[in-house]
């Protein structure tokens, strides 16, 4: 059976017993965006970074990727984008749909979430957006919003060990979703994993964001490890920013199959936010070396 049989197959299971009703959603990629012919009838943009550049020629060819979400709507068609985000809004002004700005429409969660962050509170709201244009009542929306657990790979909660909570956000994949993260914790994370594939991105904003945290700890993976390293340094210039990121653990790439190495007295507090595009084996192993120094080192302390 070939590869792309099953493909094939797979999605045929989502069409069987479909109807000229059904709805479909979509998290469609730049790379599934690039030859689009047609956009949906409801679509969602957010916001446009600097980001798979190992891929495209340079960042216009990967704006006209994103484009083809919303440039072959008509009229009867709705898109809800972000009209703060520059590359966006000149997207939204070649599409024929009704525009509906999310972060221009009054909408608040009245309940607590499992959510972290305002911006994750910003998707809910996208999400209510699409809900009530599809004729959801509210109530409706509230209960699925307060049921919502946070997918794999997203800020997602790992685990406890000797009071100490671990997130893997590894699908945090570009410096801006690192830094809302980082942000969304209200200044509780102490440690922090990345590093990892190149992409060909900057990561001054990162690095920004880790000097204005109350990060301790930084575990570096290649290949970006060094560069992100790099740039906070630059950033910090002469002063003593970094005088508490003294302790750095970094990886050549034969080594990450190894056992962590993490000085004695660095005593792992607070919570742990794995960003950045690591491989998913190398995030297990990073948590669960991690979590067992800290078990070693008997961290009593109970920060989140």
């Not at 679509?43 to 960042?59: G, Q, S």
């Not at 959801?136 to 406890?160: H, M, Q, S, T, Y």
């Not at 995030?283 to 120094?293: C, L, P």
């Amino acid at each position: 059976m070939s590869a792309s049989w099953k493909y094939r197959n797979a999605h045929a299971v989502f069409f069987r017993g479909a109807g000229v009703e059904s709805i479909f959603v979509c998290e469609l990629s730049a790379h599934q965006l690039y030859n689009l012919k047609k956009s949906p009838h409801i679509a969602v943009l957010l916001n446009i970074y600097r980001e798979h550049l190992d891929y495209y020629k340079d960042f216009e060819e990967y704006i006209r990727a994103k484009a083809n979400i919303a440039i072959h709507q008509s009229e009867e068609d709705i898109l809800i984008y972000n009209s703060s985000n520059a590359e966006v809004g000149a997207i939204a002004g070649k599409s024929k749909a009704r525009k509906i700005a999310f972060n221009e429409y009054s909408w608040k969660y009245p309940e607590k979430t499992n959510l972290i962050g305002a911006f994750n509170l910003e998707n809910a709201k996208i999400a209510a957006i699409i809900g009530r244009e599809l004729g959801i009542k509210d109530e409706v929306i509230d209960r699925a919003i307060a049921e919502f657990k946070p997918l794999e790979n997203r800020l997602e909660f790992v685990g406890n060990f000797n009071g100490v909570d671990y997130y893997n956000d590894s699908l945090s994949t570009i410096q801006e979703s690192a830094v809302v993260a980082i942000e969304g914790f209200g200044g509780r994370v102490q440690t922090l994993i990345a590093g990892g594939y190149e992409r060909n991105q900057p990561f001054e904003k990162l690095a920004e964001s880790i000097l204005a945290s109350r990060i301790k700890n930084l575990v570096l993976f290649p290949t970006t490890g060094q560069r992100i390293w790099d740039q906070i340094k630059r950033v910090a210039g002469p002063s003593e920013k970094t005088a508490r990121l003294a302790e750095i653990a970094t990886f050549l790439r034969n080594q990450w199959k190894r056992r962590l190495f993490m000085p004695e007295r660095i005593r792992l507090p607070g919570a742990y936010v794995c960003c950045r595009p690591l491989r998913p084996a190398l995030i297990i192993f990073a948590i669960t070396q991690i979590a067992e120094i800290n078990s070693e080192l008997a961290c009593g302390n109970s920060q989140t």
